[in-house]
Nanobody, 112 residues
Framework: QVQLRESGGGSVQAGESLRLSCAASGRTFRSYEISWFREAPGKEREFVARINWSGVRIAYADSVKGRFTISVDDAKNTVYLQMTSLKPEDTGVYYC?????WGQGTQVTVSS
């Protein structure tokens, strides 16, 4: 079983930055990627970014390209999401996902 724990959320002003972490424990599946999703109030959960464990394959949603950077520390089983130039529309609960397992999420609130 996979356990995922997100951290690093908070409340910031527009234009500021945050770094989220997703620590994986238990069994991990090295051939499967780790993804970040977010869920805003009243909206469906949406894809944000994903990366494989070697850090070679990376993808971003168009809405975050150029502002967010996903990275992985394979030795620590941890995936990071560096978020810069945050906008109010980035507000939501951010979840990481791996092999169909989900973490509890971390809240990000961006005020204008």
């Amino acid at each position: 079983q996979v356990q995922l724990r997100e951290s690093g959320g908070g409340s910031v002003q527009a234009g500021e930055s945050l770094r989220l972490s997703c620590a994986a424990s238990g069994r991990t599946f090295r051939s499967y990627e780790i993804s970040w999703f977010r869920e805003a109030p009243g909206k469906e959960r949406e894809f944000v970014a994903r990366i494989n464990w070697s850090g070679v394959r990376i993808a971003y949603a168009d809405s975050v390209k150029g502002r967010f950077t996903i990275s992985v520390d394979d030795a620590k089983n941890t995936v990071y999401l560096q978020m810069t130039s945050l906008k109010p529309e980035d507000t939501g609960v951010y979840y990481c996902e791996h092999y169909s397992y989900w973490g509890q999420g971390t809240q990000v609130t961006v005020s204008s």
